[in-house]
């Protein structure tokens, strides 16, 4: 018998999923993380506990602070539900574009939620999280776009879980970015153990990682408006550009293929992993992440249109 004592213990260790009947003809195995499966619903419950425990670690997270973020929402459901087991106070500058279901989630986990204009976009979030720390005191902002124990937990936890489920090293990745905490650590993983790995970073139309145009797009975790200090581009073969109908139709097919039933991002990395399996072709293995499922966005326009379409 064995018996977890806090959803903590819970975090990571997700299921890896075959997914190779989405490549729709002969090509490299495809297989995904289900990240969906984390206690807080998606991949940012592993940055989040990470963060939180290097920072209590190095002495900078204590007894009665506050943890402050600025976040897509994601990382601020994981930072509420370890923060608040472990009894911190939360509070987080969410773009108010994103989803009601993200922001009642972080709210019902005992967070304190600021909407901040979405045409301020997270360097807003990110100033308005600073301000107020510096107003409040006894804060500690993880600042996942800097923060080092972002990529550091994908290259040391998520990819060795990769391995020892897979029994070797995949032959290439496609993983979307938003911190690029994901890719980036990920990426120096499969660099450091296979002698010749193709690694794509994803992002959605109007995201710069690509020296393209700031645009808008409403797959939401992916992309930014700069490029952050935990996205290490240098590690990227190729950076891939999705467009949100692409995304979207990707969600559909894996409901239907896989019976998955996914946010707008894993669409996304769908979409450029199965590229990826299709230029490396078969013998070959790639991986990619599936970082939320499709309930957190049930209220958003695209869902519905996906239904009927
Ligand atoms: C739904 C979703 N997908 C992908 C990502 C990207 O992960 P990372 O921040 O590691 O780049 C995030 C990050 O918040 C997310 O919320």
């Not at 260790?13 to 490549?23: A, E, M, V």
């Not at 946010?263 to 078969?282: T, V």
């Not at 790639?286 to 249109?305: A, F, H, I, N």
């Amino acid at each position: 018998m064995h018996i977890n004592h806090s959803l903590i213990e819970l975090i990571g260790k997700t299921p890896l999923l075959d997914c190779t009947p989405l490549t729709g003809r002969a090509s490299a195995r495809l297989v995904a993380k289900l990240e969906l499966f984390n206690p807080g619903g998606s991949i940012k419950d592993r940055p989040a506990k990470a963060m939180i425990e290097a920072a209590e670690e190095a002495g900078l997270l204590r007894k009665g602070m506050t943890i402050v973020e600025p976040t897509a929402g994601n990382t601020g459901i994981g930072l509420a539900l370890v923060g608040n087991l472990k009894g911190y106070k939360t509070v987080f500058f969410v773009p108010d574009r994103m989803s009601k279901e993200k922001i009642v989630c972080m709210q019902l986990l005992g967070a304190e939620v600021v909407l901040v204009d979405k045409d301020l976009g997270m360097p807003g979030c990110i100033k308005q999280a600073h301000d107020y720390a510096e107003r409040t005191g006894h804060c500690f902002i993880p600042q996942q776009f800097e923060n080092p124990a972002n990529p550091d937990q994908a290259e040391h936890f998520l990819g060795p879980e990769v391995h020892e489920q897979l029994g070797y090293y995949p032959d290439g990745l496609a993983v979307g970015s938003g911190t690029g905490g994901t890719f980036t650590g990920l990426a120096r993983w499969l660099r450091n153990n296979h002698p010749t790995p193709q690694c794509w970073c994803v992002q959605p139309l109007g995201s710069v990682f690509a020296g393209d145009p700031k645009g808008s797009y409403e797959v939401e975790g992916i992309g930014n408006s700069f490029v952050p200090d935990t996205l290490d581009l240098d590690l990227a073969d190729r950076i891939v550009t999705v467009k949100d109908a692409q995304s979207f139709k990707r969600v559909k097919e894996a409901a239907l293929k896989l019976g998955l039933l996914l946010g707008g991002s894993s669409g996304a990395n769908l979409d450029a992993a199965i590229e990826l399996c299709h230029e490396l072709g078969p013998g070959k293995t790639v991986l990619t992440v599936l970082p939320d499922g499709l309930e957190r966005y049930l209220s958003k326009e695209w869902v519905t249109k996906l239904v009927r379409s």
